[in-house]
């Protein structure tokens, strides 16, 4: 989009302040990953620079597994305008059993919505020295404990899967604008 996603609006709030005040009303601890060379944040949160730079979202996953305080952590995307507590409540519910839960939806994974355990960590180091970064290739070459939420899952708590919308275009950004105007997202 040429800008930095993080500081664009949708209805009264920034991307950041959205995903922020939901992840709040959730979590104690709330960590906001940025590249070396970005802009500080005067954010509510713990900011912490990617451990491993120029490693994409593999690099910001290893960076809040390593700087969490917690067994496991719940990563977005900082553009998400819609994310939902209840849905983020169905992968918190299976942390005691999964390593990674992530959401399976019309076959296509959504890493950058899901939960990860500290026992993930080991493969991470690995994938980030092969330069292997594709988040979602450690579902297929793990011996984690991996949870899947679905459709049916989902349909009662967002039927139109509106948590799993992001924005990489301006089209998309003016989508969530009008989206945001003619239905307030649940959660």
Request: a negative charge; glycine letters at 6%.
């Amino acid at each position: 989009m040429g800008e930095d996603k993080r500081h664009l609006l949708v209805g009264d709030q920034t991307l950041l302040e959205r995903g922020l005040a939901v992840l709040h009303s959730i979590f104690q601890e709330v960590l906001v990953v940025i590249a070396k060379d970005s802009d500080p944040l005067g954010v509510d949160a713990k900011v912490v620079r990617d451990l491993v730079p120029d490693c994409g979202s593999l690099g910001g996953l290893y960076t809040g597994l390593m700087e969490a305080t917690t067994s496991s952590i719940f990563v977005v995307a900082c553009d998400m305008p819609f994310l939902n507590q209840t849905v983020i409540a169905q992968f918190t519910s299976r942390r005691p059993n999964a390593d990674i839960v992530m959401a399976k939806l019309a076959g296509c994974l959504h890493p950058m919505h899901a939960l990860y355990g500290k026992r993930c960590v080991p493969l991470v180091e690995q994938m980030i020295q092969a330069r292997r970064l594709k988040v979602q290739e450690m579902v297929s070459q793990s011996s984690l404990r991996v949870q899947y939420v679905t459709e049916e899952d989902l349909f009662t708590l967002d039927p139109s899967y509106r948590s799993f919308y992001n924005v990489n275009t301006v089209a998309e950004l003016e989508e969530a604008r009008l989206l945001l105007t003619r239905v307030p997202p649940a959660g």
